[in-house]
């Protein structure tokens, strides 16, 4: 008989090796189904890249959802994966084909069927997690499906190094635009620079200190970035217009209005303008549950934060409970070289088998 190692290795390997960058998810979606259907376990399909199986509505028992995303980042040349000293390497592995490959396995070994289990098991599938949060696939599912919002616990299965993390950051994206005069180069006194200009609020904002902010026990890093910047006409212009991308990240607590209020005064420099093109809104930490202090337990681990953004969020926002915890080591996910362990994946599988079976 196959090793449940070995199962969960070659789960995940065809997941990473059937390609699903966001917006081009389908062919990863069939397979989960392919996969499921083959083991007689019954999927439900959900509409615009989603997918439930096993038991999604509340009943009895307390119900635990499992959830993630089968989309990825843009591959690197890493698919196809590969198997390689107990790590199964290549586009998503840990972020997040691993953790999908211990759900479908928990289904497909019937946990969720067992008769003497403490608690109903359900799946929830979804694409588009790596957009900009307004292209979202999961907040319309909990929409079009409210009995998922019934849950009892959402495990958001975002890389965790298998340890819990509550609650997530929110993360607000903007464009910072200058303006200024255009002019020829030889004589830019008659001109205005609008680079000079951005250069000169880029580095106000670049002396914002990081702030750290307890909330529910846990802390958090609030903190702002320019990631991208833009300008010029050519070689011999002073440019009239530049433009920057700022992204913040704050934490639980801060209500998405008051961060865009905050951003806005760090941006405010005369002659510019900061449009929010973006603004997912952060997660609540909801640790202090008998399903989530036992996953807690179990996981060996203390509870950390979640110095990210997760649909932690978006199952708050619906009024579910929901944590983080899966098998991908965050120090891989969107790295050329990604990879999970197989022995990280065997752990998750585990850990979560034996709170569907006792609850605690």
Not at 136 to 163: F, I, K, Q, S, W
Not at 178 to 188: D, I, L, V
Not at 290 to 316: C, H, M, N, Y
């Amino acid at each position: 008989m196959t090793s449940l190692a070995d199962r969960l290795a070659a789960s995940t390997l065809q997941l990473v090796d059937c390609p699903s960058e966001s917006r081009h998810e389908e062919p990863a979606i069939a397979l989960a189904q392919a996969l499921l259907f083959e083991a007689g376990v019954e999927t439900h399909d959900a509409h615009d890249t989603c997918l439930t199986a096993g038991t999604t509505v509340r009943g009895e028992r307390p119900l635990i959802l499992l959830a993630g995303h089968l989309d990825t980042v843009p591959e690197q040349g890493n698919r196809p994966g590969r198997i390689a000293d107990g790590v199964v390497h290549g586009l998503g592995a840990c972020d997040m084909k691993g953790a999908c490959a211990v759900m479908l396995e928990l289904l497909r070994d019937g946990v969720h069927q067992r008769p003497d289990r403490a608690c109903d098991l359900g799946v929830v599938l979804f694409g588009r997690e790596e957009l900009p949060f307004r292209e979202t696939a999961l907040t319309p599912l909990l929409e079009r499906e409210p009995a998922l919002r019934d849950a009892d616990l959402v495990v958001v299965m975002e890389p965790t190094a298998n340890g819990v993390q509550g609650g997530c950051l929110g993360n607000l994206n903007a464009t910072w635009s200058f303006h200024g005069t255009a002019a020829h180069s030889a004589r830019p006194w008659l001109g205005s620079n609008a680079i000079h200009r951005a250069a000169a609020g880029i580095a106000h904002l670049a002396q914002v200190p990081v702030h750290r902010h307890e909330f529910h026990g846990l802390t958090y890093a609030e903190c702002v970035s320019v990631t991208r910047i833009a300008g010029g006409v050519a070689d011999n212009v002073v440019p009239d217009r530049a433009e920057a991308h700022v992204n913040y990240r704050y934490p639980p607590g801060i209500p998405p209005e008051a961060a865009e209020s905050q951003l806005r005064a760090w941006c405010s420099a005369t002659d510019s303008e900061l449009t929010i093109v973006g603004n997912a809104p952060s997660g609540a930490v909801t640790i202090d549950g008998p399903l989530a202090q036992a996953l807690i337990a179990r996981s060996g681990r203390d509870v950390t934060p979640k110095q990210a953004w997760t649909p932690v969020a978006e199952f708050g926002l619906a009024g579910t409970p929901a944590i983080n915890y899966g098998p991908g080591d965050p120090a891989f996910a969107h790295k050329r070289d990604e990879q999970v362990a197989v022995a990280a994946l065997v752990e998750s599988y585990e850990t979560l088998a034996a709170l569907v079976a006792t609850g605690s």
